[in-house]
């Protein structure tokens, strides 16, 4: 019996050593037809976004700079200024976009105000900007500045921050275009030298000069599925200008120029006689700190909100474990009482738990790194119901000095 032909279900061209036939669960479709059915989709989305940019859809944020906090509070434990001050620049930003929405005359020009973050490792940063984000119900998305570099070296472009926040979007150009961009280790990327001449800094100052045309509002090509740019590549076209920019960086060792800049060092005195110590040193953070640090000027220009977030004290620590939504001892509880089982914990071991991610130097993500830790032998071999667990200051000593 002859084999039978197989035919594109489309097109019906014969398969073809020089023709790829792709199969389906009921057809064939050729690599001609489905390349035309990409053209025809990206079509239809290109479409669909000049009708959105035409539609310029409002948002307005019926929430105060207070009730901001208070949704904050809900979630990151201490940090009260460094709240306090974005809660307001958010509230801004957005009224902002509400009255460039509406079309009103247009007397007096208001600015975008992005924000940097400066804070050691496990503060809050990234959850204060995520948190924000769900509250106010925008497309959200998170980059690593260490992964750029600048165009045309080994690397990605900074415009594939925009691609990952167009893709948290659903790929709608209009809300993403009122998004929320957190930059992370924007620390990493300072200049390598104090004279930009001497050499050329292709992951330092060459990406902060690619980032300036994203912060300060302009309209980006960008790649829809992101990476490197290439000349045959389709775009997507996003206008930058209500895109609210959060930068965090840890900016390690970042109090010596703070020392400096106010006349003192790290553990003296000023000259009037007013006591510095090193944990209160970047309450008095500046633009010009951030500058000497190795930002450009033009960086520290388009992040003119700057604010610190203070070290946790074991007191914060504690209340992390314990009083936010997602706290951990609030997750694990959750977790086995889906078992049947009633989890505790001492306050013995609670303290413990606390003065070993001080230890580690690791902030919250200390408290994360011990929790796991202490519970995997404990969620690996309990699993029948009507049990009750305590975990103990003996316990977690013992399973700390496993680790």
Do not use: W
């Not at 992370?184 to 004279?195: G, L, M, P, Q």
């Not at 609670?350 to 790194?369: D, T």
């Amino acid at each position: 019996m002859p084999k039978k032909e197989r035919v594109c279900s489309f097109c019906g061209i014969k398969e073809h050593p020089d023709t790829i036939l792709i199969d389906g669960k009921d057809a064939l479709i050729c690599e001609y037809c489905a390349l035309q059915a990409h053209d025809i989709i990206l079509q239809v989305r290109r479409d669909e976004q000049k009708k959105q940019k035409k539609e310029k859809p409002s948002f307005h944020l019926n929430k105060q700079p207070k009730e901001i906090k208070q949704f904050l509070d809900q979630y990151v434990i201490g940090q009260e200024v460094a709240k306090k001050i974005l809660s307001v620049a958010v509230y801004n930003h957005y009224k902002r976009i509400d009255y460039y929405s509406k079309k009103q005359t247009e007397d007096v020009e208001i600015e975008k105000s992005n924000i940097i973050l400066v804070g050691e490792t496990g503060t809050g940063k990234t959850l204060l900007a995520s948190t924000i984000a769900k509250m106010i119900n925008v497309p959200f998305c998170i980059a690593d500045a260490t992964v750029f570099t600048q165009a045309g070296y080994v690397g990605e472009d900074v415009e594939s921050i925009l691609s990952r926040l167009l893709q948290n979007a659903d790929y709608n150009v209009a809300k993403a275009e009122r998004g929320i961009v957190f930059i992370d280790e924007i620390d990493k990327i300072a200049r390598a030298v104090d004279n930009p001449s001497i050499t050329r800094d292709v992951s330092g100052e060459g990406v902060q000069q690619s980032l300036l045309k994203l912060l300060e509002g302009s309209i980006v090509n960008v790649p829809p599925e992101g990476g490197r740019k290439h000349p045959e590549q389709r775009f997507i076209q996003i206008n930058t200008q209500n895109i609210l920019f959060i930068a965090g960086g840890a900016f390690d060792g970042i109090e010596k120029k703070i020392a400096s800049r106010i006349n003192t060092n790290v553990i003296g005195f000023r000259k009037q006689g007013t006591a510095i110590n090193k944990e209160n040193l970047l309450r008095h953070i500046s633009s010009q700190d951030l500058k000497n640090y190795g930002l450009i000027p033009e960086i520290c220009g388009r992040f003119p909100v700057v604010t610190h977030l203070a070290p946790l004290d074991k007191e914060s620590l504690k209340r992390i474990l314990l009083d936010p939504k997602n706290a951990l001892v609030k997750q694990y509880t959750k977790l086995l009482e889906m078992d049947g089982i009633t989890l505790n914990f001492d306050d013995a071991a609670l303290n413990y738990i606390v003065e070993r991610a001080i230890e580690l130097k690791l902030g919250a993500r200390g408290l994360r790194s011990i929790i796991e830790h202490i519970m995997t032998d404990v969620m690996f071999d309990l699993n029948v119901s009507g049990k009750k667990l305590t975990i103990t200051e003996k316990y977690v000593q013992e399973k700390s000095a496993d680790n």
